[in-house]
């Protein structure tokens, strides 16, 4: 990502209010407690079927249409390289939407399911996510205690972005399985 | 509120005419070139016509000349949009029984004004 | 009031680049052996056009440079001045040097104005060198025309004021000029100047009898005196309209003696002017839309949830509007004729009028109206269609757009290439989506220089052969079934067969004894890195080209082809898909996911038999089709899906051709086809290996469209893999 398209990323967060305490939507997996900027939030819809995308990632679920646009989704299970699990009727997609160097970018994410909503301020945040063990420190932005739990924020404009290179690598995981099968 | 028929070929310089003086509640009606506004003008009186000299298909002055043939327009004020290169233009436009003119270039104020002056 | 006038902007600068293409084509038809008039004058407006808007809307770099363009055009046009080549040649550079003024001022940036610097030296040279005295008399009048009176010292010991002497001429309201509005000008002039106001006393010497007088005519004239210390540009500017046909004279009050006048109340006081309320268009706040769509689909707090986004959505609203506001330099607009706008209105009338009949229709529904139903549901779905076919329309433009950089283009490559050219054009309003149209320009133009600089021979060259001097290239543009055919045709000397195989054999693009049709060896020109051209010129051979060229068609799932015959020329045909938003699919199944091909692309669909199919390598297939080997590719294999995994004998396979070559492809089912709305893909994920885009089904579920060149690609990659292997 350009430092353009960061520091674009950090103005759209920091928001209108003149306090600094901003509103984050959290939600669950593997018993852990995330959270996304609230402003980055379009909807929250149930898991539904999706279209899958030949020789994607496989995080990458596949495509729905949301009223006319296709959105892809991200099993952020797979993304983080947690453990997997059968989607159920709670299993929730986040929709999220960010600004990019290319314009807007909306993506669902599939979670366990959505927590709550906290009002938390920059200054309580604490940025040492590589104290955190086993955890995929590259979306993290910070760290922050609502009482006594801790919740992960993640950096909703990391996330959203689709690194050309994975998915090369995991064609080429592909590839190179498929001709083992020869 | 008086209305207004704004005559000009270039969209441009007609949707600021116009918005100007929709602006100032006028009502305005717009034409792209000589021959479109006067069959408008042949539908409805305007209080006061504004328009361009150099148009395709009708000009400014031939668009006078026939405004002036018809009885409902015999004495509404006419202006042309002029260029300061164009001082025979204002003579010809006078000659054809134009009102006045206002200079191009000119900015929303002015025309403003000038119109204001001329509606009273 | 301030008024912004950034906001017409964008269409100033849309109409100038429309002015330019009509200066430039004019100017390009004009024949200097006969003027024609009306062509000058149409070069004229579109100059003065761009030089009244660059003024009005504050670029007057713009405006100063095209004035002088404008005054050498006036001439011209007053016939003060005759037009030779080098002012056409020099008109043409300013076309290209206020395109590039234009282009920079759109995209915000402050514009170089050396080229523009350089070429008003050269007019201001043309202009003063000719005998007639140049412009700038005009601005005189007004402003140094005050009389010495207004400089004269003013006399403190007399009154302020003036008195002015107004005889219109007879015909004074015939103008439009009701003398009264000058009266209440002068009242609000005097009220400004806190003088005592206004004395205006009528003359009636000029009535005539009762029996000749004319109504419309003014027989009256005035003595009108100002209270009040102004200056006398003030009055003049109030007298500006009639200076030139009345008699108006103006004295000092301090220089007359008023004691011999009568004096009469001034008729303009009671002139009252409205002051005119700017209308506050209040921007309604209407309710975000965000807010409705959230669904809260999760069991948990969805309450306290949906508060926050709705919160949220209350506080993006300004952030989006922002950004609206911050892109006007992107153009993104289009122009409709209204007769596409009247067409959709009368459509959705249609649309109106059935939604209602089939809503009364539901209301009271039983079994018996079945058949009203149906045929309703029918009607809607023909309006339906129109709509969608008036909507298409709305993007198409006339091929004109594309063609209209040609005859510049053409004139000065001929020019470069010591050529004689002539250029036709067929075909031009043959209208093409505007996405197409945009992006098909670029390959025209090296189609169009090619030919040009290879397939057109040198004058001796022709002459020697028998054939006319000039050369002609041949732009047709037609309908053809679903697409859009362009051709770019010349009648030189035709594609050198044995040249281009020469030139193949020594790039190791074939072998030496490969046998090859005509048509395969014209083909070869289209493989990366071929280039005939035996000097590599500045026009074109670079070598890069006509690889890139087909490269760009294919990505608007368009294909090209060659036809050539030896001493008659040689005919380049694009083919092109008519819109890049709505595509005839044929919808295949494998395993559980949807594809759909574009049909354009479909050769034919077959059940394989047995005797059909050739194993030229471990897993790869070919079979023949006719005297055609058609490789077979399964779009499980490629797509990496589950599918019904099954022999090939009895598969159902569609034969497909991109670009290149046909290529069978293994499916499970065949279902129907439709047409489908194109959407993107990339626009939220990633370009997509072999896939075009995605379209919404009935259901609404996701399907994708596969890419037949990216798929042909691919399978000939796999093609030379298993090649290399085996050799």
């Given amino acids: 990502m350009t430092n353009a398209a960061q520091q674009k990323s950090n103005d759209a967060v920091s928001g209108t209010g003149s306090d600094d305490e901003q509103q984050y939507l959290t939600f669950i997996m593997a018993g852990e407690e995330y959270g996304v900027d609230i402003l980055a939030v379009q909807e929250i819809r149930g898991w539904e079927p999706t279209t899958v995308i030949p020789n994607a990632p496989e995080y990458i679920k596949g495509v729905i249409n949301l009223r006319g646009t296709i959105v892809p989704i991200m099993d952020l299970r797979s993304r983080f390289s947690l453990e997997r699990v059968e989607y159920s009727p709670v299993t929730v997609v986040i929709i999220l939407k960010v600004e990019t160097e290319r314009g807007e970018r909306v993506m669902g994410i599939v979670v366990d399911a959505v927590s709550d909503v906290h009002s938390i301020s920059d200054s309580d945040t604490r940025n040492s996510p590589e104290l955190i063990e086993d955890l995929n420190t590259e979306f993290i932005r910070s760290l922050v205690s609502v009482d006594d739990n801790m919740i992960i924020l993640l950096d909703v404009q990391r996330l959203l972005t689709i690194d050309r290179q994975v998915i090369d690598q995991a064609v080429d995981v592909v590839a190179d399985t498929d001709s083992d099968k020869e | 509120m008086a209305t207004i028929l704004a005559v000009d070929d270039s969209a441009s310089m007609r949707q600021m005419v116009a918005f100007t003086l929709k602006g100032a509640g006028y009502d305005v009606q717009e034409a792209s070139d000589g021959s479109e506004a006067l069959s408008i003008a042949k539908t409805r009186k305007f209080d006061l016509v504004l328009s361009d000299v150099n148009m395709p298909v009708m000009d400014g002055i031939e668009l006078v000349t026939e405004l002036r043939k018809l009885g409902d327009y015999k004495f509404v004020p006419v202006l042309m949009l002029t260029t300061e290169s164009a001082g025979d233009k204002k003579m010809a436009g ?23 002056k001329v509606l009273g | 009031m301030s008024i912004d006038l950034s906001q017409f902007h964008q269409v100033f600068f849309e109409e100038s680049f429309e002015g330019l293409d009509i200066m430039e084509s004019s100017l390009l038809a004009l024949d200097l052996t006969e003027v024609d008039a009306e062509t000058i004058n149409t070069i004229f407006r579109a100059a003065h056009s761009i030089k009244g808007g660059a003024g009005t809307f504050g670029f007057m770099q713009v405006s100063s440079f095209t004035h002088v363009v404008e005054t050498l055009l006036d001439e ?221 689909a999760a069991p948990v707090v969805s309450e306290k949830i949906e508060k926050a986004l709705e919160k949220v959505a209350v506080k993006k609203a300004p952030k989006v509007e922002k950004k609206a506001a911050a892109k006007p330099a992107e153009n993104t607009s289009i122009r409709v004729s209204i007769d596409k706008i009247d067409g959709l209105i009368n459509m959705v009338g249609e649309l109106v009028i059935t939604q209602s009949m089939l809503g009364q229709l539901g209301q009271e529904f039983d079994v018996s109206r079945l058949q009203s139903l149906q045929e309703g549901l029918s009607q809607l779905e023909q309006n339906t269609r129109e709509l969608q076919e008036s909507v298409m329309k709305i993007r198409m433009l006339p091929i004109s757009f594309a063609f209209s950089r040609f005859p510049r283009l053409v004139r000065d490559l001929s020019k470069q290439l010591d050529k004689e050219v002539e250029l036709v054009m067929l075909g031009e309003n043959t209208e093409l989506d505007k996405t197409v149209m945009e992006k098909i320009g670029d390959p025209l133009v090296h189609l169009v220089r090619n030919s040009l600089d290879h397939g057109l021979e040198s004058v001796q060259n022709r002459t020697d052969n028998g054939k006319s001097r000039a050369g002609t290239i041949t732009l047709n543009a037609y309908h053809h079934g679903g697409n859009i055919v362009i051709e770019v045709k010349d009648d030189g000397a035709g ?14 693009i074939i072998g030496e004894d490969e046998h090859l049709t005509d048509s395969q060896i014209y083909d070869l020109i289209f493989q990366a890195g071929f280039s005939t051209a035996d000097v590599v010129s500045d026009v074109s051979g670079r070598g890069v080209g006509m690889d890139v060229v087909r490269r760009n068609i294919a990505e608007l799932n368009g294909s090209i082809d060659v036809s050539s015959k030896d001493g008659e020329g040689s005919t380049f045909s694009i083919r092109l898909p008519l819109t890049l938003a709505i595509l005839d699919g044929q919808l295949v199944r494998v395993g559980e996911e949807v594809y759909i091909f574009p049909l354009v692309s479909i050769v034919e669909s077959i059940q394989l038999e047995k005797s059909m199919l050739n194993n030229i390598t471990g897993n790869q297939f070919v079979m023949q089709l006719r005297n055609e080997y058609v490789p077979i590719v399964s779009l499980q294999d490629i797509f990496n899906i589950d599918g019904e995994k099954k022999d090939l004998e009895g598969a159902m396979l569609v034969v497909v051709e991109g670009d290149t070559e046909k290529v069978g492809i293994v499916v499970d089912e065949l279902l129907g086809q439709q047409q489908v709305v194109i959407k993107s893909l990339e626009q939220n994920y990633e370009k997509v290996d072999s896939i075009s885009g995605a379209t919404i089904l009935g259901d609404g579920t996701v399907a994708l469209i596969v890419d037949i060149s990216g798929l042909n690609n691919k399978s000939s990659e796999n093609k030379s893999e298993d090649q290399t292997q085996a050799a």
Avoid at chain 2, 100 to 107: A, D, Q, R, T
Avoid at chain 3, 98 to 122: F, H, N, V
Avoid at chain 3, 495 to 508: H, M, P, T, V
């Fill in chain 2, 94 to 116: 006078k000659q054809a029984g134009a009102t006045g003119w206002i200079v191009k270039p000119f900015n929303p104020e002015q025309l403003l004004n000038t119109i204001k």
């Fill in chain 3, 76 to 296: 011209i046009r007053a016939g003060d001045r005759g037009i030779e080549q080098d002012h056409v040649d020099l008109f043409l550079q300013c076309v290209d040097c206020l395109r590039g003024l234009m282009s920079d001022l759109q995209a915000g940036s402050e514009p170089d104005m050396t080229q523009a610097d350089d070429l008003k030296i050269k007019f201001e040279a043309i202009l003063a060198g000719g005998e007639v005295i140049a412009e700038d008399n005009d601005e005189a009048g007004t402003q140094t025309g005050n009389s010495d009176i207004s400089h004269a010292s003013p006399d403190d010991s007399g009154e302020k004021g003036w008195k002015i002497e107004f005889i219109p001429c007879e015909d004074v309201l015939c103008t439009g000029n009701e003398p009264y509005r000058m009266f209440r000008e002068l009242q609000e002039l005097a009220e400004e100047g806190e003088g005592k106001g206004l004395e205006v006393i009528p003359h009636l010497e000029r009535l005539p009898d009762f029996s000749s007088m004319h109504p419309e005519m003014c027989y009256m004239s005035w003595t009108i005196i100002v209270r009040a210390d102004i200056e006398l540009s003030e009055i003049e500017e109030i007298f500006e309209w009639v200076v030139d046909d009345c008699d108006i004279r103006y004295q000092r009050l301090s220089e007359c003696d008023l004691s011999t006048l009568e004096v009469h109340q001034a008729v303009g006081s009671t002139a009252e002017v409205a002051e005119v309320e700017v209308e506050a268009t209040v921007a309604l706040a209407t309710k975000n839309k965000e807010v409705d769509k959230i669904t809260a």
């Fill in chain 3, 495 to 508: 594609l050198n067969k044995e040249r281009i195989r020469k030139k193949a054999i020594e790039k190791g």
